[in-house]
């Protein structure tokens, strides 16, 4: 069977390695993006593929997604299926304090985004969200915090992600209310901590680590990172929870999975431990500024999703991080 795939945030972590499987597995992809988060590095080795139909578009832009539109309806006689994958989010640390910008892309463009789906009759739509709608309570002993739990926005008017996760969490509604109204199968992902051996942007904690390690300069970390424990997930697990999803229709419910790995790590220790990797013994850590509302752990249950499908994670994290160290 034929399927045409349209991902959104197509060089983003996720959306790059979807991309690279789909394309390398003789799909045919049409993606997207508008570099905020990445850049066409991610995508280099398969830019010229003509299976990957890519554009510098913006999901905010009307008059572009009304070109994707198009595109799709041209394509769409010569496919059996059509998959509309949603990896576009505002992800930059600094950009969480910005309601406009977690607005605009990741509620109202998303909706637009959703909507396109069912105008052009896609049979599918993944809906990549986030662990950060947890806030304060994104873990607990009892094997990690589960999707049916209660969500507490803690400490709402001063976190930094609050416009950011809740944001998120109403894309979940939308995507819920679609499938229960029949227009559309999928589900939402609440991906937690992804990086990738192509992520070089220092907005998140690996690639901030392994800059500056290979400035030869002190590593900064915020006082939170005393304390703060974090596990990671390689782009490849994120990808292959996508792909497991849509291959089991019976998952496509509206609901909503998290995709995580159980190796904590604090952040202390995953400084040291990329300075090993790279040869550095006795890094240099000086602490600085602090994060309000930041959750010392983030442990997310995985259950749901393992008894639906096949996933489980294939890249450990003393893997990943050879693959990091080894793209320097």
């Given amino acids: 069977m034929k399927t045409l795939y349209v991902i959104s945030g197509a060089t983003g972590m996720t959306g790059s390695e979807l991309s690279r499987q789909l394309v390398n597995s003789g799909d045919t992809v049409i993606g997207f993006d508008n570099f905020f988060a990445s850049s066409i590095d991610t995508v280099k080795d398969i830019i010229d593929n003509p299976l990957f139909i890519f554009h510098e578009w913006d999901i905010n832009d009307t008059g572009q997604m009304e070109q994707l539109k198009r595109l799709v309806i041209d394509l769409k006689p010569s496919y059996d299926s059509i998959v509309y994958i949603n990896c576009a989010a505002v992800v930059h640390t600094e950009h969480f304090y910005e309601v406009e910008h977690t607005y605009s892309t990741n509620v109202v463009s998303m909706r637009t985004f959703l909507q396109q789906a069912i105008e052009v009759k896609a049979d599918i739509y993944i809906n990549c969200s986030t662990s950060e709608v947890y806030s304060m309570q994104s873990w607990n002993s009892n094997g990690g915090v589960r999707e049916d739990d209660f969500l507490v926005l803690a400490t709402a008017e001063h976190s930094q992600r609050t416009s950011y996760a809740t944001g998120k969490l109403l894309t979940e509604f939308f995507i819920k209310d679609a499938v229960d109204k029949g227009k559309i199968k999928g589900c939402s992902i609440r991906f937690a901590n992804v990086y990738s051996r192509h992520e070089r942007f220092a907005k998140h904690i690996i690639p901030h680590i392994i800059n500056q390690l290979i400035a ?87 259950d749901k999703l393992r008894s639906r499908t096949n996933w489980k994670p294939q890249v450990s994290l003393d893997k990943g991080l050879d693959l990091c160290v080894a793209s320097i």
């Fill in 216 to 302: 030869g300069e002190t590593v900064r970390l915020l006082e939170n990172s005393k304390k703060n424990k974090r596990t990671f997930l390689h782009n490849i697990d994120s990808c292959n929870a996508v792909l497991e999803l849509i291959d089991h229709p019976e998952a496509l419910d509206g609901t909503v999975y998290n995709v995580a790995t159980d190796e904590e790590i604090s952040i202390v220790d995953l400084t040291k431990l990329i300075a090993r990797k790279m040869g550095i013994e006795n890094p240099r850590i000086e602490f600085e500024g602090y994060r309000d509302s930041d959750p010392e752990r983030r442990l997310l249950n995985t």
